[in-house]
């Protein structure tokens, strides 16, 4: 994934996911999700109908053969956008529709929003994360959901706006790659793949290596959703710690999301008191620009608790970032002087935009632990 402000904006997270699609095959009352519906891969389906849910071999729209004219974005918004006009999963406005306890909806296509349910990745024109929340305290800290949403002020912007993948590429090699653009499809594979959300283990132009998060993953409408964006774990609950090294994916979201957002965001992924040194947080990892990071990958070792050995955690890139993008702002006087990787910064003296898909106003997202 890339990070990029509403206009050019990329932000250093990871994201990710807990990114989802759902999709729908028309105006009908059918529902499917990313698991069972368009999106799903033909390659044994020997009369494979969901083709034209999509596509038309002889009038296509675009050079892609789409039902419908315009920009990737736009078809997917057909189904995913505002009002939820194909799918409950309007990632759009960050809403799910149908209701947490009514599985994806009832009537499908238009259908108003039966209770108010948050997108667990935030959306991309407007979210509910409710930035403002004064709850506090380690372990019991939370972060909830608005009754209404609320225009994004930072985003992945798939609206074909170019911006820099901040830390991407081999130790030493810059603040990131420059003039990247991304769509739907950049993350997600629209024909399926069998992966959780249909995310690709590549993201289309990273450089990563790949990482593939097993659709094993709850897949009812409330996990599509969360009524605690601090808590981002399936239900709330953490998996057990495996204390040993073990990170079979498929365990712990957070560590599979860091995983697979740090296939764009390279440089950005640590872990607390790694047995690898060169994973650790708090080393050098030799980079004159991201030196030190924060721990990230929602997994470590740990000496500090009984026993010692390998941990997972909430340090993650989804706890304190949003994946599609995020209604905080930063008008505090201080985001004026909160440089870009690069060192440059934007729109001085009050840069709303510089926002990051943090989840908190004012970069409060970090008293949700420092609060001591």
Same mark, same amino acid.
């Given at each position: 994934?890339?990070?990029?402000?509403?206009?050019?904006l990329?932000?250093?997270?990871?994201?990710?996911?807990?990114?989802?699609l759902?999709?729908?095959?028309g105006?009908?009352?059918?529902?499917?999700?990313?698991?069972?519906?368009?999106?799903?891969?033909? &390659?044994?389906? %020997?009369?494979?109908?969901? @083709?034209? *849910? !999509? /596509?038309?071999? +002889?009038?296509?729209?675009?050079?892609?053969? $789409?039902?419908?004219?315009?920009?990737?974005?736009?078809?997917?918004?057909s189904?995913?956008?505002?009002?939820?006009?194909?799918?409950?999963?309007?990632?759009?406005e960050g809403?799910?529709y149908?209701?947490?306890?009514?599985?994806y909806g009832?009537?499908?296509?238009?259908?108003?929003?039966?209770?108010?349910?948050g997108?667990r990745?935030?959306?991309?024109?407007?979210a509910?994360?409710?930035?403002?929340?004064?709850?506090?305290?380690?372990?019991?800290?939370?972060?909830g959901v608005?009754?209404?949403?609320?225009?994004?002020?930072?985003?992945?912007?798939?609206?074909?706006?170019?911006?820099t993948?901040w830390?991407?590429?081999?130790?030493?090699?810059?603040? &990131?790659?420059? %003039?990247?653009?991304?769509? @739907?499809? *950049? !993350? /997600?594979?629209? +024909?399926?793949?069998?992966?959780?959300?249909? $995310?690709?283990?590549?993201?289309?132009?990273?450089?990563?290596?790949?990482y593939?998060?097993?659709?094993?993953?709850?897949?009812?409408?409330?996990?599509?959703?969360?009524p605690?964006y601090?808590?981002?774990?399936?239900?709330?609950?953490?998996?057990?710690?495996?204390?040993?090294?073990?990170?079979t994916?498929?365990?712990?979201i957070?560590?599979d999301?860091?995983?697979?957002?740090?296939?764009?965001?390279?440089?950005?992924?640590?872990?607390?008191?790694?047995?690898?040194?060169?994973?650790?947080?708090?080393?050098?990892?030799?980079?004159?620009?991201?030196?030190?990071?924060?721990?990230?990958?929602?997994y470590?070792?740990?000496?500090?608790?009984?026993?010692a &050995?390998?941990?997972?955690?909430n340090r993650? @890139?989804i706890? !304190? /970032?949003?994946? +599609?993008?995020s209604?905080?702002?930063?008008?505090?006087?201080?985001?004026?002087?909160?440089?870009?990787?690069?060192?440059?910064?934007?729109?001085?003296?009050?840069?709303?935009?510089?926002?990051?898909?943090?989840?908190?106003?004012n970069?409060?997202?970090?008293?949700k632990?420092?609060?001591?």
């Amino acid at each position: 994934m890339r990070n990029m402000r509403k206009t050019t904006l990329f932000v250093g997270i990871v994201a990710g996911i807990a990114i989802a699609l759902l999709a729908g095959l028309g105006t009908s009352t059918q529902t499917a999700s990313a698991d069972a519906g368009p999106h799903v891969d033909t &390659g044994t389906d %020997s009369t494979p109908d969901k @083709c034209a *849910s !999509c /596509h038309r071999i +002889h009038t296509g729209q675009n050079e892609y053969l $789409l039902k419908e004219a315009g920009s990737e974005t736009d078809f997917c918004y057909s189904c995913h956008g505002t009002g939820g006009p194909g799918s409950d999963l309007a990632a759009q406005e960050g809403t799910l529709y149908g209701g947490a306890g009514d599985p994806y909806g009832d009537p499908y296509g238009g259908k108003t929003e039966l209770a108010t349910v948050g997108l667990r990745a935030g959306g991309f024109d407007a979210a509910r994360i409710d930035t403002t929340d004064p709850s506090a305290g380690y372990g019991s800290a939370a972060i909830g959901v608005l009754a209404t949403t609320e225009t994004v002020v930072s985003n992945h912007a798939i609206d074909g706006t170019a911006g820099t993948t901040w830390g991407s590429g081999p130790i030493g090699s810059g603040a &990131g790659e420059p %003039s990247v653009t991304l769509g @739907c499809g *950049s !993350c /997600h594979n629209p +024909h399926g793949n069998g992966q959780y959300r249909i $995310l690709r283990p590549v993201p289309v132009g990273a450089p990563g290596a790949g990482y593939a998060i097993p659709d094993t993953y709850p897949k009812a409408a409330a996990d599509y959703a969360t009524p605690d964006y601090l808590n981002m774990y399936f239900g709330g609950v953490a998996p057990a710690n495996p204390i040993v090294d073990d990170r079979t994916p498929g365990v712990s979201i957070l560590m599979d999301t860091s995983a697979w957002c740090a296939q764009c965001h390279t440089r950005y992924l640590a872990e607390h008191h790694a047995a690898d040194p060169a994973d650790a947080s708090r080393e050098d990892s030799g980079d004159p620009i991201f030196t030190y990071r924060h721990t990230s990958s929602g997994y470590g070792y740990s000496s500090y608790r009984d026993p010692a &050995g390998f941990k997972f955690n909430n340090r993650a @890139c989804i706890t !304190c /970032h949003a994946s +599609h993008g995020s209604n905080a702002s930063m008008p505090g006087p201080a985001s004026s002087s909160v440089e870009w990787p690069d060192g440059s910064v934007v729109n001085p003296p009050n840069d709303l935009e510089r926002a990051s898909l943090l989840k908190m106003d004012n970069r409060g997202i970090c008293l949700k632990c420092h609060n001591e």
